[in-house]
């Protein structure tokens, strides 16, 4: 296993359409975080899941953001209807429970909406 | 509320002179603070953490760190740049309550090693 893993890469779409990102964490990790990175700004958190149970969400993901983590492994996001204001860097990070804050870091889906 | 904060956009420095990427913080109890970095086009990479003890905390690629409870800073520091450490550091720290295990990250500093 060589770390958190992010598909695709980059994606560019139009406005309006809808996008998937996958992650894939490390295997034996059963915390799993999405971040969103905007230019010029720091992560910001989405939501977390602990194992397949997604336990917190911002107030950032809005109702057209939706994350699913079946069977505590790999996880989706997706963005319906995508706007401008979503173009960003969509980051996925992995940990163990007994290390809090031992956060891996995937190298992040970039997303360009045009 | 919890909070990081990183007074400087950007810092240059020489290679092989010193470098500090400052961060000030601001939280409520004993804080944990963190050190990230991240290189063009990846993901954040883990320098180093502070939970309790000593002040200056070591971590990956040289790198350092002084709590300074008095003056609420986690600076980061290394004692000879590298045109390699060229990159973009981030200070964080956790969301107070949240067990999520979230953390809050500064807007980040971008240090450029000039050769």
């Known amino acids: 296993d060589t770390g958190v893993s992010q598909d695709p890469r980059h994606k560019i779409t139009k406005r309006g359409q809808n996008v998937t990102f996958r992650c894939d964490p490390i295997?034996?990790?059963?915390?799993l975080y999405w971040y969103r990175q905007t230019l010029g700004q720091g992560p910001e958190f989405l939501t977390y899941?602990?194992?397949?149970?997604?336990?917190?969400k911002s107030r950032l993901l809005s109702d057209r953001f939706s994350a699913e983590r079946p069977k505590g492994s790999f996880s989706t996001l997706e963005i319906q209807r995508t706007e401008q204001g979503d173009s960003a860097m969509y980051l996925c990070?992995?940990?163990?429970?007994?290390?809090?804050?031992?956060?891996?870091f995937g190298s992040g889906t970039r997303l360009t909406v045009v | 509320a919890q909070s990081v904060a990183q007074p400087e956009d950007q810092v240059n420095v020489a290679e092989g002179n010193p470098l500090t990427v400052k961060c000030t913080y601001s939280?409520?109890?004993?804080?944990?603070l963190f050190w990230y970095v991240q290189y063009p086009n990846r993901g954040l990479q883990f320098l180093l953490k502070?939970?309790?003890?000593?002040?200056l905390v070591k971590g990956s690629y040289g790198f350092e760190a002084e709590f300074n409870k008095s003056q609420t800073s986690f600076h980061l520091k290394k004692p000879s740049a590298l045109v390699s450490d060229s990159a973009l550091y981030f200070c964080?720290?956790?969301?107070?309550?949240?067990?999520?295990?979230?953390?809050?990250f500064g807007k980040g500093t971008k240090l450029s090693v000039i050769p």
């Open positions: 295997s034996e990790h059963n915390r």
């Open positions: 899941f602990q194992n397949e149970a997604q336990l917190e």
């Open positions: 502070y939970i309790t003890g000593d002040n």
């Open positions: 939280v409520s109890g004993n804080p944990y």
């Open positions: 990070a992995s940990s163990l429970s007994r290390d809090s804050y031992g956060y891996t």
């Open positions: 964080a720290v956790p969301v107070s309550g949240a067990g999520s295990y979230q953390l809050t």
